[in-house]
């Protein structure tokens, strides 16, 4: 039996006084092998990310470990001084954050910053620094390697800082890397790329990984071990395969059950008719640069059309310019019989009641100043309503949406990011519109609450016959909400059928490599 | 009560608000604390403490006018805090009401409204009322209409620049396609999301203003005599100051500690708003 890289122990890190609980992180215990990666899985507020940054010697202000050890070669990491730390940070434990960009400094090339490693943490000649440097870039599959090292970070993508940010992580070779969120700002087929890079790398170098995330799928793709936290405290541990097949506990059954399969519902087909949105040859360019090519929509009422694509698809600017945020440079958008882009003043304020939005943030989609049910009957009032009429319907929404009468009165911070997503749904259907568009709009949510807030949606859009124009980078939940998709690459609608067709048989290649690369494919 | 908590457990914020709220006071009850007439001639350069001919005692001495300094400062606490809160309010209504649209409506607006704030800017300040006040000629209305004039472009380069990332939230995008009239989106949505940064401003701003109708009296363009005014009552004790100290002191720490309570107000509300900032 190997001798385990990282013991931790009954960790407890105590939260301020006033806070919702006791502890960030509670009795947590684990260990971390070499060659193996731990994925530790949590939605948001589980505590996961205090856990990671009190191991790297880095806990968020005001909280204070209570007890509790982290032994790495019988030195506890929880007792070391700030100088220890900066000779353990590098050189025994390397680390990985959410944003790529972010990490990386902007004023330096690639090349600089690599070689500042070995030089904190070695007395390497200059020239045996740029040799390996180099070495590194070329075991991240980075492809250019003399062209990447000459690079400032805003030349790369973001999958390619990603992968400088990694060789940094791996330039001492540390026993232990802390990667948290590593793929979470990346598209998936970039996500896919980078999972496989750690993936090698536990088995060429034998790194002990702890990998925190929140998507199951991206677990299912990596782990060996998985903890599973919820609100401080490790709920289920065990292998992979057993966490995945037969989870023990509830919170990890329920995790599992609301990840959105990729198997589409069956759809009865469109029904012949007046269509509730028409998109005809739209095109749209900011500068000389062209984003959106021909693009064509026609959509039947209560119907839902997900538009799939990668950032820099295109698919946002189709949505801003359905409810003319910004104006295409050409082409026709046709609402409820009615030529939209031809509008101007008062009539064009007029039909925009007809097609709606549902934004991405919950946070920032809502006026921090004003209280939910007045925002609401606003709405109502605006698609002309009476006073008593407008109250009246925010009253029914509100519980439509599945939210208490009592928010009514409350301002948006009283409320969750799912809960605020539904005061959104439902400052959108005050209106009363003929058409919903929804940005991305449970993108930004935990995967149990993104499973009621698709349930909501796909209730509403029944109920209320609405044409529905969801917008995501995420297939499954295209799959799980869709009656047809459009798949949207650089601009260009490369594919579009029936939801069953395009998830089943897809014929464009970026569209397998999309279904390729969605994360956990076989096993949910 | 509950709002106010976070504020008073900050020492400096109390004395912040100790300071400007004790020369508020000082102004709103003028006429009882005041114990002579400030415009009435009672015994020339008496020193502080003396005791007049018939008996009065004047704490702060008299000026060579034989005035009670003392009514005097309490009659100009009254003076400065009427025309400076007025006038930061005009510059306010101004500064934010361009601000607002520049920053909302973009493109040429915001261009000609941007150059002509910069223009203004341009100029040394203490310069700008000289030339306006030498233009207008000194009266209450026209130190309201020259401090008005030279911080509104200040204010409006704020307001432009915190409405503009306003601008850019989901929220007022949301107001747009409801079919929301501009006026009320810039009143509703962008207006009360600006205050946080604008209250510690206007803390700040209104005591630049009681400096500057300070040096605009000291200047001799303030407030016309006989009305007590704190600058006004430095420029007069100036030539006596060295055989007659009490003639400028008083007056300056007047000045200095309104200036500094306001200053100490405004960090606060800042240390405050971030605070909040950092928990949301």
Not at chain 1, 497 to 519: E, I
């Amino acid at each position: 039996m190997t001798q385990p890289i990282l013991h931790v122990r009954d960790l407890s890190v105590a939260l301020p006084k006033g806070a919702d609980r006791p502890f960030a992180v509670e009795g947590v215990t684990l260990e971390v092998n070499p060659a193996e990666i731990l994925c530790i899985v949590g939605e948001s507020g589980s505590g996961k990310s205090v856990l990671t940054a009190t191991l790297m010697g880095a806990a968020p202000r005001g909280l204070r470990v209570a007890r509790g050890q982290a032994l790495m070669s019988d030195e506890d990491l929880l007792r070391v001084s700030e100088r220890r730390w900066r000779d353990i940070r590098g050189k025994d434990i390397g680390m990985i954050f959410q944003e790529p960009m972010a990490s990386l400094n902007p004023a330096l090339t690639v090349a600089q910053q690599i070689e500042e490693v070995f030089e904190l943490h070695s007395d390497l000649p200059r020239a045996e620094r740029q040799r390996r440097a180099r070495a590194l870039v070329e075991e991240m599959h980075l492809p250019e390697p003399d062209r990447i090292l000459r690079s400032y970070p805003h030349q790369l993508s973001g999958g390619q800082c990603q992968r400088v940010v990694i060789a940094m992580a791996l330039a001492m070779s540390p026993r232990l890397l802390i990667a948290d969120e590593p793929t979470t700002a990346l598209d998936v087929t970039t996500q896919a790329q980078v999972l496989k890079l750690i993936r090698e790398l536990r088995d060429h170098h034998g790194h002990g990984i702890i990998f925190i995330t929140h998507d199951l799928g991206v677990v299912a793709d990596i782990a060996d071990r998985i903890a599973v936290m919820r609100q401080g405290q490790i709920v289920e541990i065990g292998s992979a395969e057993q966490v995945l097949k037969s989870p023990a506990h509830d919170y990890t059954k329920a995790l599992i059950a609301a990840v959105p399969s990729l198997e589409p519902h069956d759809r009865p087909p469109a029904p012949a008719g007046a269509s509730a949105l028409r998109v005809d040859a739209l095109n749209h360019s900011y500068g000389t640069k062209q984003v959106l090519h021909d693009i064509e929509i026609d959509l039947s009422p209560g119907r839902v059309l997900s538009i799939v694509g990668e950032s820099g698809s295109g698919k946002s600017t189709i949505a801003r310019n359905l409810i003319r945020l910004t104006d295409p440079s050409s082409g026709r958008v046709v609402v409820a019989g009615q030529e939209m882009l031809a509008l101007k003043g008062g009539a064009l304020r007029k039909m925009r009641r007809k097609i709606q939005m549902v934004f991405q943030d919950p946070f920032g989609s809502l006026n921090p100043r004003r209280k939910v049910g007045p925002m609401i009957a606003r709405a109502a009032m605006l698609s002309g309503a009476s006073r008593a009429e407008a109250i009246a319907r925010t009253k029914d929404l509100l519980e439509l949406v599945g939210l208490q009468r009592s928010a009514y009165d409350r301002r948006p911070a009283a409320f969750s990011g799912g809960q605020r997503q539904r005061i959104g749904i439902a400052r959108a259907l005050a209106m009363q519109p003929d058409v919903l568009i929804a940005d991305e709009s449970v993108s930004a949510l935990d995967v149990s609450v993104q499973a009621q807030v698709l349930d909501l949606l796909a209730d509403l859009q029944s109920r209320l016959s609405l044409a529905v124009v969801f917008i995501t980078h995420d297939l499954r939940v295209a799959a799980q909400i869709s009656d047809e998709i459009i798949v949207l690459s650089k601009g260009h609608v490369v594919e579009r059928g029936p939801a069953s067709a395009v998830l089943s048989a897809p014929q464009h290649p970026y569209t397998r490599d999309l279904l390729a690369a969605a994360p956990g494919r076989g096993v949910f | 009560m509950k709002i106010l908590l976070p504020y008073l457990k900050k020492p400096l914020v109390v004395i912040g608000v100790a300071l400007s709220g004790g020369w508020l006071l000082v102004a709103f009850l003028a006429p009882i604390l005041a114990p002579y007439d400030p415009l009435e001639t009672l015994q020339p350069l008496a020193r502080p403490m003396a005791t007049g001919a018939d008996g009065q005692l004047f704490v702060l001495g008299t000026d060579m006018l034989g005035r009670d300094i003392l009514s005097r400062l309490i009659w100009g606490a009254r003076t400065v805090v009427i025309y400076s809160t007025l006038a930061t309010l005009t510059a306010y209504a101004f500064g934010m009401l361009f601000g607002l649209i520049a920053g909302y409506m973009g493109g040429r607006i915001d261009a000609a409204l941007s150059f002509a704030a910069n223009v203004v800017l341009s100029f040394p300040v203490l310069v700008l009322y000289i030339v306006i006040i030498v233009l207008i000629g000194a009266s209450p209305l026209n130190i309201v209409i020259a401090v008005t004039f030279s911080s509104a472009p200040a204010i409006f380069r704020i307001v432009r620049g915190i409405t503009m990332d306003v601008a850019s939230r989901d929220y007022v995008a949301a107001a747009i396609t409801q079919g929301e009239s501009t006026w009320r989106i810039l009143l509703v949505d962008i207006l009360p999301n600006t205050t946080g940064p604008l209250a510690v401003d206007f803390c700040l701003r209104l005591g630049y203003t009681a400096i500057t109708i300070g040096t605009l009296g000291f200047l001799g363009l303030g407030l016309p005599p006989p009305t007590p005014d704190w600058g006004g009552m430095v420029n007069e004790g100036r030539a006596m100051a060295i055989a007659f100290p009490h003639l400028v002191i008083f007056p300056c720490i007047a000045i200095s500690s309104l200036t500094l309570g306001l200053s100490l107000l405004a960090d606060g509300l800042r240390e405050v708003n971030e605070a909040k900032e950092r928990q949301a």
